[in-house]
């Protein structure tokens, strides 16, 4: 397996996969949560379950990377992470890696935010904000991500799995 970066275009198409996914696993995470701390009110409770929310996003990137270094998204779309060296990501990698990718919304969410943006430009800015990221891989060398750069990760091009053959079975006599 050569370690190349996947096309942008792939690893943006994933990551539109896995928001869908994502959508259902945040449904039920917050669903949990409104139930059984009997949130009758959605203001109720507001941060803790945003805390809580972050908390379950963050779990589930961790342990998909940690074992195996794939999302289902990641391998629909045959993508791998894995650290430079090529090796499986630790867990304290995978956190790092998961915080440091908050910089494709957070950045441009507070200059918004600090401008007092509304209606359009309270899109736009976090908009630019994340196209600015995306299209800071071609800055990179081996084309990797700037939160990947930082946190000491790569993605490369995972070859789908090839199930093997069953032998032919030998018929009675």
Do not use: C
């Not at 990551?15 to 869908?20: A, D, F, I, K, P």
């Not at 409770?45 to 963050?58: E, I, K, N, T």
């Not at 993508?79 to 090796?87: F, P, S």
């Amino acid at each position: 397996m050569k370690n190349i970066a996947p096309p942008l275009k792939r690893r943006l198409a994933s990551m539109l996969y896995e928001s869908l996914l994502l959508f259902g696993v945040l449904f039920i995470a917050g669903w949990l949560f409104s139930t059984l701390l009997q949130q009758r009110h959605a203001l109720y409770l507001r941060h803790a379950q945003q805390v809580w929310l972050l908390f379950v996003l963050g779990a589930y990137f961790v342990w998909f990377w940690t074992h195996g270094g794939q999302t289902l998204a990641m391998k629909t779309w045959h993508i791998r992470l894995v650290g430079v060296d090529g090796k499986p990501v630790t867990v304290w990698r995978a956190i790092l890696r998961y915080l440091l990718a908050w910089l494709w919304f957070l950045p441009g969410l507070a200059v918004a935010w600090a401008l007092h943006a509304h209606t359009w430009t309270l899109v736009l800015i976090p908009v630019a904000n994340m196209i600015a990221w995306a299209l800071a891989t071609y800055l990179d060398p081996q084309r990797q991500f700037l939160h990947d750069r930082f946190a000491g990760t790569r993605l490369v091009v995972s070859p789908p799995l090839v199930k093997p053959k069953k032998p032919a079975s030998v018929a009675p006599q």
